[in-house]
T-cell receptor, first 112, second 114 residues
Framework: GENVEQHPSTLSVQEGDSAVIKCTYS??????FPWYKQELGKRPQLIID?????GEKKDQRIAVTLNKTAKHFSLHITETQPEDSAVYFC???????????FGKGTMLLVSP | EAGVAQSPRYKIIEKRQSVAFWCNPI?????LYWYQQILGQGPKLLIQ????????DSQLPKDRFSAERLKGVDSTLKIQPAKLEDSAVYLC????????????FGPGTRLTVT
């Protein structure tokens, strides 16, 4: 089955800095890669996703890049703000039934 | 549109007791998922339904966990008997028929087994 590794497990940045979270996956058949943000005690919420036919996608301050050859994808957050503080999860979907395998998460702390 | 509903939000039980969780997905969402999220980890899929049929239950501990979605709408997840290691948040998610990848999560049920 699919295996998703996520790094780092914790990331502390100053407000205004950029943050990068990296994930690798094992199944070359995976074709969908979402990122979820989960605030303390809240449900995971989809913030951006990318499909295997695209190398990069941007949405305001967040962007995701995908390298299919190397089987890794990354989340980039620019101009970080304290409200970006949360746990971020990457995931990959390789089955025809849209099953997601999640990484273990990265706790991002943005200090004012 | 209303979100995914789950109940109860919190449950505390003793080991060896049984417990059931309920989920009502977003109207029209045919696919429903149950995840287990242990503290400090990502969600792990337990079971996936397409309408009222099981698509994937390979990670469901079938000796103690069961789930059903009899009418293809709401679903229940049961644990009997519970173990200490079952303490986790149980998340329900669903996705719309036109986008089989984007999953919408419910608020979850936090289970504590003592």
């Amino acid at each position: 089955g699919e295996n998703v590794e996520q790094h780092p497990s914790t990331l502390s940045v100053q407000e205004g800095d950029s943050a990068v979270i990296k994930c690798t996956y094992s199944d070359s058949a995976s074709n969908y890669f979402p990122w979820y943000k989960q605030e303390l005690g809240k449900r995971p919420q989809l913030i951006i996703d990318i499909r295997s036919n695209v190398g990069e996608k941007k949405d305001q301050r967040i962007a995701v890049t995908l390298n299919k050859t190397a089987k890794h994808f990354s989340l980039h957050i620019t101009e970080t703000q304290p409200e970006d503080s949360a746990v971020y999860f990457c995931a990959a979907s390789s089955s025809g039934y849209s099953t997601l395998t999640f990484g273990k998460g990265t706790m991002l702390l943005v200090s004012p | 549109e209303a979100g995914v509903a789950q109940s109860p939000r919190y449950k505390i039980i003793e080991k060896r007791q049984s417990v059931a969780f309920w989920c009502n997905p977003i109207s029209g969402h045919a696919t429903l998922y149950w995840y287990q999220q242990i503290l400090g980890q990502g969600p792990k899929l337990l079971i996936q339904f397409q309408n009222n049929g099981v698509v994937d239950d390979s990670q469901l501990p079938k000796d103690r966990f069961s789930a059903e979605r009899l009418k293809g709408v709401d679903s229940t997840l049961k644990i009997q008997p519970a173990k200490l290691e079952d303490s986790a948040v149980y998340l329900c998610a669903s996705n719309p028929p036109m986008n089989r990848y984007e999953q919408y999560f419910g608020p979850g049920t936090r289970l504590t087994v003592t």
